[in-house]
């Protein structure tokens, strides 16, 4: 077992006192990356109803996320690293605000639908993990854990918050006025904080002009990184682990209603999912530096197994379906927030965004698979349990990479940087 790094007494309370409101905007700023497809499940019964479209149309605009992520997602990487994070997350906060609200334009038309989606994906990549974490892992070392995970949380936070206020939206205005409220609310709280608030340490040197002062981060550079095993175990293991956590997500407010649950009952216990992402998130960063991360990200992936077992058997009472979907909200948080800490562990901030744009486009991509298989199985077969039978094996797989992954800190990478 890989000794643990130690920091001097007090040096985390030192960092937040110092840059907590980086925490919190991009916290906030993360927490809108989620919005579109976390109340996409709310959506889905109004864009039937409207327009006679299958769940595997509806959703299959994640797909298209998907895709766009994993080409663009290395290339904003590469900007980030080279011009800061500020700068791109104004941006695409300003752009993806917008795209938000032309959702409110669908006609009925698939190809509009899709259109919509692709410039949807387009805008949302400069506000994407590696925007948000970038600044945060430059300015925090020993608080790094807590830091990640409050700033990842923001996901969580828009799991709590999406489903509830676009089914609320949605019955009291009709679902083309929920899509502009949610983007302008979003859009205006978000760029005030960013503007405010958001910046990276290499932000703050170019704001005083001492870019000529400034020494290179440590760590792999991308062509080094490919050449690691730990990149393909990392990229397949967060794969793994989170493919069917996000399907669940997009699909557990009509998955709810086919148990009897009301729209609202629905929603409201689809907020657990989002409280308690952000629950796995805490307890991770509140391990990392006490056991190997590696060993936290596999205990806490495995734990969602549980919750796809609890909704698959039949009959389960409103208490139970809660304790399902906590479950699978811890190992959804856990696995966001392990990725990104992972990815700072194993190959240092040189380029951190760059290699975060690689290793987390498996991320992205569970982001429009997911949910895209979920509403494929719906149609074909007319229920989820298959969807929910495949997270089991696949949770195991994951765990299984994160042992595998071993555990190098900060210390061995950067002696093993130095030596090559």
Known sequence: MAAQTRFPAGAAAAEWRAHWTVVLAAM???SAVGMGIYSLGAFVEPLHKAFGWNRTLITSGTMVFAITSVVCQPLVGRLIDRVGPRRIALCGVTLTSISLALFATANGSAAGWLLLWLVY??????????????????????GRGFALAFTLGGSALSAVIAPSAAAW??????WRAAYIAIALAVGAIVFLTTWLFFYSRSDRRRSTGGDADVEPASGSTLAEAFRMPAFYKLSIGIFAGYLMTIAV????????????LTVKVAAAVTALLGIFSFLGKLICGSLVNRFPP????????????????ILMAPGQPLLMLAVGVAAIGIGNGSSTKMAYYLIARHFGLRSYATIAGFVGASH??????????GGLMF?????????????VPLSILSSILMIWLGDRGPREAEARQGGS
């Open 28 to 30: 906030l700023g993360y």
């Open 121 to 142: 994906s387009l805008c949302i990549q400069l506000m994407m993990t590696s925007t948000w974490s970038s600044a945060v892992v430059s300015q925090f070392e020993a």
């Open 169 to 174: 939206l949605i019955d009291a205005f009709g």
């Open 249 to 260: 997500l997009v699909h557990l407010v009509p998955m709810l209603e086919r148990t009897g």
């Open 294 to 309: 590696n060993l936290v990200a596999a205990a806490m992936i495995a734990v969602p197994i549980a919750g796809y077992l």
């Open 364 to 373: 992205t991509i569970c982001g429009g698979l997911g949910p895209l298989i």
């Open 379 to 391: 149609d074909r077969f007319g229920d989820y349990r298959l969807m929910l039978l495949l997270g």
